[in-house]
C-alpha cells in the first residue's frame, strides 16, 4: 500500500492513465480540454500585455521566479511587444499573459501549445487565478522554487471561472490573537484557492483589537483581559495577562498584502453586543454604566451598547470614520449577533429613546428588538453617505427591519432563505456546514478541544462538500444569493498549528462549494486531488492540516 501510494505521489499532479491524464487541480476548473503534447516551461520566457496592473505582473513574476529556481535555467520577465490579443497559442514562443476585456471579470483561459502558452483575463483576480492553475498543474517545488518532477504543461485549453461572487473566509482575532505574519500566511492558502473575501472580526467582549486614533482607550484597556478560563471551566482563570491588536499601519499592510491577492478585506466591528472590551475603555457608554472588564471567558454577555444615550452613535461614527479610511471594502460589517435585551429593558435612556421613537411589541417583535432595528439602520445610513454598505449576521432580521443591509446567515439557512425572499442579499455561512470551529470528526475524542460536545455536529469534510447553497430558494431568490463563507472563531484554538488544522483541508472543499457548479462537484474527485496533491502543497508550505488517506 505504502509503494503505491508513493507511486501516485511520484505521479501527481497528472494521475496518468495513458490516454486521459486528469489535473489535480483545486478547485476544479470548468473546462479542461487536453491535446496531445507537452509545452516545457524550463527556461520560457514569460511575456504581458503592458495593460496589466502591476500587482498582476508581481504575481507572473513570482511564479517566473520559483520556476526558475526550481529549473536551475533563467526565465524572462518582459512586456509583451507586438503581441495582439488574438494571436493563437500555436503560434507564439513563450508564456503570454494578455488582456481580454470580452471574459467575465474573474474568469481565465489558459491555452497550452506545444511553443506558446496563451493566458487572457479580464481583471487582476482573472490573471492571479490563472497563475495558481498553473501552479497546480507543475510539480510541487514551483511553491518553493524546489527541483524535481517534470515542468511541462500538457497542451490543451482550459476555460475557467467561478460559480459565486463572493467567496469568503472569516477569521476570529479575538478569542485568541494571530499576528500579521500568522494572518498573512492564513491569506496565502485562501489566495491558493481562489478565495477572494477575507471577513476580519476585529472586536468582541474578549478584546478589542483595531487601533482607533480619535479612541486611544479601546486598544489600552480594551486590547488585553486578565486572563483567560481554561478549557470549558467557564468558572476558571489562568491568570496570564492575554491580548494584542493591530496598529493603524499593520492594518493597511494587511489590507495591502490581501488586495495583491485578489482578496477584500472587509472589517466586522460588532455591534450593539459582543462590546465589552470597548464598555471597559469607555464605561459610560453601557446602561449602568460599569465598572466593567475585558471579558475572560467564552460566551454572549448581558452587557452591550447603550443605545439610549446619543454619545453612544458619536462614539460609533467616530470609530467608523477611521475603519472605512483604513478599509476600501465596499461592505463593512456591522455584526448585530447575540445582543441580549435585559440592560435596555431596564434603562430609562433606552425606554425613553423606545418611547420617542413610538416602539411597540407586536407580532413582529419586541420594542427592544425593535431598537435593535433602529441602530441598524441608523449606522446603515452613516454608512451609506459613506457610500458603504452594511452586512449584518441574521438577528438584524428580528424585528422589524428595513431594507438595504446584507445577510449573513449563521443559525443555519433559514435567516438566509427568509432575507433572499424578501429580495435582500445574502451570504450563506450555515454553522452546520460552515463553522470550522466545530471537530472535523464525530470521534470527538480523536479531536483537539473544540467548542461543540454533540458527535452529530461535526462538520467532516464530506459534510461541508455537501453544502448546496441554494437549495429551497426560489429562481429569483437565488439570484440574491451573492456567495457563500465558512467562519474560524477561536475561543477553543489558541495556535498556529491548531488554527490551520482546523481549516485545511476543510477550506478546499469550501472552495469547490463556492468555485464550482452542481454539476462539477465530486467528493471522490475532489478527494483524490487532495491525497494525490493538494496535501503535498500544503505541506510544502509548511501548512498544519488534517490529513486524509
Ligand atoms: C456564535 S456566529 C457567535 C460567535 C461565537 C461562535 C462560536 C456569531 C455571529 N456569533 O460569537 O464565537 O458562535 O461557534
Known sequence: MKKLLLLFALLAPMSATAKAPTLQITPQPREI?????????????????????????????????????????????????????????????????????????????????????????????????????????????VYKGKAGGKWKLPCGVISDGPRFAYRGMHLDPVRH????????????????????????????????????????????????RNGTMIGRDFGSNDGIRYGGYYTQEQIREIVDYAWERGITVIPEVDLPGHMQAALTAYPHLGCTGGPYEVWTRW???????????????????????????????????????????????????????????????????????????????????????????????????????????????????????????????????????????????????????????????????????SYEPLEGLSEKAAGHILGVQANLWTEYIATPEHLEYMLLPRMLALAEVQWCAPADRDYARFHAALVGHQQAILSSLDYHFRPEE
Not at 49 to 69: F, K, M
Not at 177 to 200: G, I, P, Q
Not at 334 to 345: L, Q, S
Not at 407 to 420: E, F, K, P, T
Open 299 to 465: 460566551g454572549v454577555s448581558e452587557d452591550v451598547l447603550c443605545v439610549g444615550l446619543e454619545e453612544t452613535f458619536g462614539f460609533l461614527e467616530g470609530v467608523l470614520d477611521e475603519v472605512c479610511e483604513l478599509f476600501p471594502s465596499e461592505y463593512i460589517h456591522i455584526g448585530g449577533d447575540e445582543c441580549p435585551k435585559v440592560r435596555w429593558a431596564a434603562c430609562p435612556r433606552c425606554q425613553a429613546r423606545a418611547d420617542a421613537l413610538g416602539l411597540v411589541s407586536d407580532e413582529h417583535g419586541t420594542r427592544e428588538q425593535k431598537l435593535q432595528n433602529y441602530v441598524t439602520a441608523r449606522i446603515q445610513a452613516y454608512l451609506a453617505d459613506k457610500s458603504r454598505k452594511v452586512i449584518g449576521w441574521d438577528e438584524i432580521l428580528e424585528g422589524e427591519l428595513g431594507d438595504g443591509a446584507t445577510v449573513m446567515s449563521w443559525r443555519g439557512v433559514a435567516g438566509g432563505i427568509a432575507a433572499a425572499e424578501r429580495e435582500m442579499d445574502v451570504i450563506m455561512t450555515p454553522n452546520n456546514y460552515c463553522y470550522l470551529d466545530y471537530a472535523q470528526s464525530s470521534d470527538l475524542e480523536s479531536e483537539p478541544l473544540g467548542i461543540i460536545r454533540d458527535p452529530k455536529r461535526a462538520v467532516t469534510l464530506e459534510k461541508i462538500y
Open 33 to 141: 480540454k487536453l491535446a496531445n503534447g507537452c509545452f516545457n516551461v524550463r527556461g520560457a520566457g514569460f511575456n504581458y500585455d503592458s495593460s496589466l496592473e502591476e500587482r498582476t505582473v508581481n504575481a507572473i513574476g513570482a511564479l517566473a521566479d520559483d520556476i526558475s529556481a526550481a529549473t536551475g535555467k533563467m526565465s524572462s520577465v518582459a512586456i509583451a511587444a507586438g503581441v495582439k490579443s488574438s494571436s493563437e497559442a500555436a503560434k507564439i514562443k513563450g508564456i503570454y499573459f494578455l488582456k481580454d476585456a470580452s471574459l467575465p471579470e474573474e474568469d481565465y483561459r489558459i491555452e497550452i501549445a506545444r511553443k506558446g502558452v496563451k493566458v487572457t483575463a479580464s481583471s487582476h483576480n482573472g490573471f492571479f487565478y490563472a497563475v495558481q492553475t498553473l501552479r497546480q498543474m507543475l510539480p510541487v517545488g
Open 177 to 224: 490573537f494571530w499576528s500579521v505574519e500568522e494572518t498573512k500566511k492564513y491569506l496565502d492558502v485562501m489566495a491558493l484557492y481562489k478565495l477572494n473575501r477575507f471577513h476580519w472580526h476585529i472586536t468582541d467582549d474578549q478584546g478589542w483589537r483595531l487601533e482607533v486614533k480619535r479612541y486611544p482607550a479601546l486598544t489600552e484597556k480594551g486590547a488585553f
